[in-house]
C-alpha cells in the first residue's frame, strides 16, 4: 500500500514506512500528520469485529501514564478493516540487550516491570471466566500436540507432570486484560530511557501472571534484566509467584512446540527452543526456583 487513498478519512495522513515486523497477518504502518507519528494497522474484514474490540479496550488507558498505544481512528471499508493508533517511540529492547549481553540490564528490567504491572491495575475485571477451565482446555491441547511430535525434550516428562498434579493452582485467579504477548520484543526504549508497551492485542482477559510466560525469551541473553521485570511488577515477589510461574513456564514451552511450518528443520527448532525454556527450573525441570534467581 503505497497510498491511503482508498481510506478517505486517513487522507490527512501520509505513509512513512511500512512495518514487516510481526505475524498477525495484519499489514501495518508507521504514519505521519503534522510532525507526529502514528501506527496503522490493515486487515481482512473478517477480522474486523476482533480488531475492533482491542481497538477499544485500548480506551482503557486513556486517562493513565501507561507508555501505550492510544486509540485514534477505526474504520471498515467493503473488505477491510483499519486502526489508527498513537505510536509509541523507542528501540525494542531486544535489540538493546542483543546488542551488547555483557551489561546490567536490571533497571531496564525494572521499568518493564512497572509498566506491565500499570497494565495490569488498569484492566482488572470481574470477568467471571473459570480461568482453570480455560488452562485445563490449552494444557491437553498443548500435551496432546507434543505426544504427537513422538519426539521427547529434556525436561518434557517432569513438566507434563507438574501440569497434571498443580492444575489447582489455576482456580480462583484474579482477572485483567492481559497484554497476550508480553516479551522484549513488544518493550521499546526511548533515548531518555523510557519504556514503552507496544502491540498490546487486549484481547484476552485472565491471570495476569500469565503474562510472564514471554520472559523465556530474554532468560538466553540476560538474568538481570529477567529479574528487574520480576521485581519492578511485585517490589518482592510473593511465594505463590514461583510455582505459578514455573506452570506457566512450562506451558509456554508447550505452546511453543504447535507453532512453525512443521518441516523436521522447523520442529527440531522448536525443540531446542522449548528444552531451553523448562531448562530455567534446571536439569528435568525439578527445581523450586528457576536458576536466574
Known amino acids: 500500500m503505497s497510498s ?20 498477525s497477518g495484519d499489514e501495518k ?4 500528520k503534522n510532525g507526529k507519528y502514528y501506527l496503522l494497522r490493515v486487515g481482512d474484514l473478517a477480522k474486523a469485529a476482533e480488531r475492533k474490540k482491542e481497538y477499544d479496550r485500548l480506551r482503557t488507558y486513556e486517562n493513565t501514564d501507561i507508555n501505550t498505544h492510544r486509540p485514534i481512528l477505526f474504520g471498515t471499508t467493503e473488505n477491510q478493516f483499519y486502526s489508527v493508533v498513537s505510536w509509541v517511540d523507542g528501540t525494542p529492547v531486544m535489540d538493546v540487550i542483543k546488542k551488547d549481553v555483557s551489561k546490567d540490564y536490571y533497571r531496564l528490567g525494572r521499568k518493564a516491570g512497572r509498566e506491565l504491572h500499570k497494565l495490569h491495575l488498569a484492566g482488572q475485571t470481574d470477568a467471571g471466566k473459570d480461568w482453570r477451565d480455560i488452562i485445563e482446555k490449552k494444557a491437553f491441547a498443548f500435551l496432546e500436540n507434543y505426544h504427537n511430535r513422538r519426539t521427547e525434550i529434556p525436561g518434557g516428562s517432569h513438566a507434563e507432570q507438574y501440569i497434571l498434579e498443580n492444575m489447582h493452582l489455576m482456580a480462583d485467579r484474579p482477572q485483567t486484560v492481559m497484554h497476550g504477548d508480553f516479551h522484549w520484543n513488544n518493550c521499546v526504549v526511548d533515548e531518555k530511557g523510557n519504556v514503552g508497551i507496544i502491540d498490546f492485542s487486549g ?16 532468560t538466553e541473553y540476560s538474568d538481570s534484566f529477567v529479574n528487574g521485570q520480576i521485581d519492578g511488577y511485585f517490589g518482592a515477589p ?15 514451552a508447550f505452546e511453543h512446540l504447535t507453532y512453525g511450518n512443521k518441516t523436521p528443520e522447523d520442529e527440531k527448532i522448536k525443540g531446542c ?21
Open 4 to 23: 491511503l487513498e482508498s481510506f478517505t478519512e486517513l487522507n490527512s495522513y501520509t505513509v512513512a514506512e511500512r512495518i514487516t515486523e510481526g505475524c
Open 29 to 32: 504502518y508507521r504514519l505521519e
Open 203 to 218: 484481547k484476552e482477559t485472565g491471570d495476569p501472571w500469565y503474562d510472564f510466560g514471554g520472559l523465556l525469551w530474554a
Open 238 to 252: 510473593p511465594d505463590l509467584f514461583w510455582p505459578i510461574f514455573k506452570f506457566y513456564v512450562a506451558l509456554y
Open 273 to 293: 527452543n522449548a528444552a531451553r525454556m523448562l531448562g530455567v527450573f534446571g536439569k528435568d525441570f525439578t527445581s523450586e526456583q528457576p536458576l536466574f534467581r
